[in-house]
Every structure is written in C-alpha cells, then in structure tokens.
C-alpha cells in the first residue's frame, strides 16, 4: 500500500466519522429541528464523499448524483420546518 | 516528481481539508448546546467543504466539461444552503428552542415586539 493509498484511506474514515456523528444527533436530537439540521449535515457530507470517490477511482459519473442531491437536498428542510413553525401568520 | 503526481498531492490536501471540515461539524453537531450552535457548525461542510473537495476534483480532471459541471453543483449548493438554514432559524426562534442564556445580544426580538405593536395600533383604527 503506498502512501497515496493510505492517505485516501484516512480521508474516507474522517468521513465516516463526521456522517457517524450526524447520525448520532439525528437519532439522540431533543427537537425535530436538531434532525433536520443534522440531515442537511449528513447531505453534505454525502456529496463531499462522491467527490473524494470519484478523486479515487478516477471516473465522473458521481457528477449527475452530486449536482441532483446539491439542487434538491433542501427542499424535505424547507418542508419540515414550515410545519413546525406554527406561529406562521402567512 | 511529475506533473501528475503533484496534482495527485494537491486533490489529496484539499480532499483532507474538505473532510476536516466535515469532522469539525459533526463534532460540532454532537457538542453543541442548542439548535441555533449546532447550525453554525453543520454549515461548514456545506459551502467551504464542498468548495475544496470540488477543487480537488477540478485538479484530477482531464476535460474541461468535468470542471464545466462543478460550477452548478457549487452554485446550487450555495443558492439552496441558505433558504434552509434561514428556514430553520426562523422555526427555532419562533418555537424557542433556543437557549436564551446563551444569546450575547437579540436583535430579533425588537423587531418582533414593533411588528406586534403595529399590528395591534393598525386593529384598533379599522
């Protein structure tokens, strides 16, 4: 295993960390609002994994997936928070 | 060292840093106190993460369409990022789950106290 090899490795495991962590405060959130942030987290941290995926295997099909996901991974926050804040006069 | 492998140890750097910030919001995510904290943290990943990792996509692709293709994933990215964060803000104050003790200054609140009042005045005269 070269360095390079190892290198990727290590990113692909602080990856996993970050998106374990999202996880974790979406199953323990107090408030729906503490899992919805955590899901836009998680998104995030999935487009950024394509990414380091494609860097790796040196193809570009994750491209159409990054740029659907970028373009409507708001649209279930948008949703959920509209319900929650009852308070909307409008 | 060649031209390629230079460019293999630049994508690799920003790859790190991209997934560095990733880390920073998840831990910020699993430590912070209240929805209005773990917001700023979880934004990191959104706009400067997702900038360096495309950057270090940018460098290993061979064909300018490849590069072509990261400037609306970015731009969408950016354009969308903020109408939810915004959307969650505005629940979470208005739901209080926000922790007023640790709130240094709340300029929301003012606002909110004239728009009430205006509303109130403008009831009585109809």
Redesign the interface.
């Given at each position: 295993m070269t360095i390079?090899q190892a290198?990727?490795i290590?990113?692909g495991v602080?990856?996993f960390?970050?998106?374990?962590?999202?996880v974790?405060?979406i199953v323990r959130g107090p408030?729906i609002?503490?899992r919805?942030?955590?899901t836009?987290?998680l998104v995030?941290?999935l487009?950024?994994t394509f990414?380091?995926e494609?860097?790796y295997s040196?193809h570009?099909r994750s491209?159409t997936i990054?740029?659907i996901l970028?373009?409507v991974?708001?649209i279930a926050?948008?949703a959920v928070?509209?319900y929650?804040?009852?308070?909307?006069p409008s | 060292m060649s031209l390629a492998d230079a460019l293999d140890v630049a994508s690799l750097v920003f790859l790190a840093l991209g997934a560095l910030l990733s880390l920073a919001a998840g831990v910020g995510l699993a430590r912070f106190p209240d929805p209005l904290s773990r917001m700023h943290a979880a934004t990191k990943p959104q706009i400067a993460g997702l900038l360096f990792v495309l950057i270090a996509v940018g460098l290993q692709s061979e064909q300018w369409g490849t590069v072509a293709m990261l400037f609306p994933i970015l731009l969408f990215q950016m354009l969308t990022a903020p109408v939810s964060a915004h959307m969650v803000g505005r629940a979470a104050y208005r739901t209080k789950h926000l922790r007023r003790d640790l709130l240094v200054i709340d300029e929301l609140s003012d606002a909110v106290d004239r728009a009430q009042r205006e509303r109130a005045s403008g009831e009585k005269r109809t």
């Open positions: 390079l290198s990727f290590a990113v602080v990856f960390v970050a998106a374990a962590l999202a974790f405060r408030s609002l503490d919805m942030i955590a836009d987290m995030a941290t487009i950024c990414a380091a494609m860097v040196g570009t491209l990054m740029l970028a373009m991974a708001f926050t948008v928070t509209r929650v804040s009852k308070q909307d | -």
